[in-house]
């Protein structure tokens, strides 16, 4: 079943009736309409990108936080999606928008076993990112809760200051530069310069 992002925003604000902490669904909405902004300009430039199915996905990435925990809601938002019949192209923006580099290690916040859920790594490993999975990778990495965007380098050092520092952190940071640096190229400017209000968070 397909998803538009009307029905994915829709999806959002039913379960903002339900959550203990809507934080994560105005941190969702965030990443969606700054993602569509990047997308539109990358459509602009002739790139074949759906700038529709980027937003929805955007709204989509952090579902799985529905009850109000961060903690699993990766493989959370997977099932939840799936269990309401979504394709699987939808459904699986839940698991690969902490991941970079097809690397279930490129992640802030901590470094993950891949013992421990071996689904997951497989997935990461072999899966093949769309243009618009990548756009919601980074706009995740410009997007905090409250509805701003920030520059890469400043939601990176937020995250470290609430999550930490761990032995994959630069290598994470790497990876975020080089992705910022892809769409930049793609562009042939600074992406930042779609977004004039980012000043302001500075």
Not at 55 to 67: F, S, W
Not at 110 to 132: A, R, S
Not at 164 to 180: C, D, F, M, P
Request: aromatic fraction near 10%.
């Amino acid at each position: 079943m397909k998803l538009n992002s009307k029905e994915a925003r829709e999806l959002l604000e039913q379960e903002r009736k339900n959550t203990i902490n809507d934080g994560w669904v105005d941190h969702s909405i965030s990443v969606g309409d700054t993602a569509g902004r990047i997308a539109k300009a990358l459509s602009d430039k002739n790139y074949a990108v759906d700038i529709d199915k980027t937003i929805t996905l955007g709204y989509l990435h952090d579902i799985g936080k529905y009850n109000g925990e961060s903690q699993g809601h990766i493989m959370r938002g997977y099932n939840y999606l799936k269990d309401k019949g979504y394709d699987e192209e939808y459904c699986s923006i839940c698991l690969t928008h902490s991941y970079l580099n097809n690397d279930i290690i490129c992640t802030a916040g901590g470094i993950p076993n891949p013992v421990d859920n071996p689904f997951l790594d497989e997935f990461i490993k072999n899966h093949k990112y769309t243009l618009e999975e990548k756009i919601i990778n980074l706009c995740d990495l410009m997007c905090p809760q409250g509805g701003k965007i920030y520059t890469v380098d400043k939601r990176l050092i937020t995250i470290m200051l609430r999550r930490g520092a761990y032995s994959n952190t630069q290598y994470h940071i790497k990876e975020a530069y080089k992705l910022k640096e892809y769409f930049d190229n793609l562009l042939g400017y600074n992406l930042y310069d779609l977004f004039p209000e980012i000043k302001d968070n500075l």
